[in-house]
């Protein structure tokens, strides 16, 4: 086992912003997606659950949940099934997270792979898990997600709180500078937000 995924979930409807493409919307001169995949460049495949733009400028595999709509642990699982099977890693992440960095990503895997936990995830100054900006052992989180699945029949309109449950998270507090990499767009007032802080 080794290696490194990345599963970019990229639906959702946006409803706060009016439904705009969220992942397209541009912050510092480049998509919220591709900003976000930039982060896990070292990462084999890279995977993105939702449309992918004609002109995105980097390679990824692509697949939605079926049906469309299903909500993020539905989508996550359609990543999933991307990922071979030997593959020991795989980051879980929202597309709306224009200042995740390659080295926010880093820290959450040298916490999977030095401590005895099923992923990490960042936990934000109000302690809130950041559960869409996580990197996880793959063979436990697809586990979970048959867990899930089976328990309730579908996985259509899961909770990522209810595939939580399932896992041992360590929770990472970002001590760095800058903002915090978890920072998501639901907002027309959150990509300002970004925005100045790419600049």
């Not at 439904?19 to 070292?42: C, E």
């Not at 500078?177 to 907002?187: E, R």
Request: glycine share 10%.
């Amino acid at each position: 086992m080794g290696g490194f995924a990345a599963v970019v979930l990229a639906g959702g409807e946006a409803r706060r912003m009016g439904g705009a493409d969220k992942p397209t919307l541009p912050v510092g001169g480049q998509s919220m997606l591709t900003r976000v995949l930039a982060a896990v460049d070292d990462a084999d495949p890279r995977i993105v659950v939702g449309r992918v733009p004609p002109d995105l400028p980097v390679h990824v595999h692509s697949t939605r949940e079926q049906p469309p709509g299903g909500g993020p642990v539905a989508a996550a699982a359609a990543g999933l099934a991307m990922v071979p099977e030997q593959v020991a890693l795989t980051a879980l992440l929202a597309a709306d997270l224009p200042l995740l960095t390659g080295e926010a990503v880093d820290v959450l895997r040298l916490t999977v792979e030095s401590a005895p936990m099923q992923g990490a995830v960042y936990r934000d100054a109000d302690g809130r898990r950041q559960m869409l900006c996580g990197v996880w052992r793959t063979r436990a989180l697809r586990d979970a997600v048959e867990q899930l699945r089976a328990a309730r029949g579908d996985l259509h309109g899961a909770a990522v709180r209810e595939l939580m449950d399932l896992l041992r998270v360590a929770e990472v507090s970002w001590r760095r500078s800058g903002p915090p990499p978890w920072f998501d767009c639901d907002t027309d007032d959150d990509l300002r937000a970004a925005q100045e802080w790419a600049r």
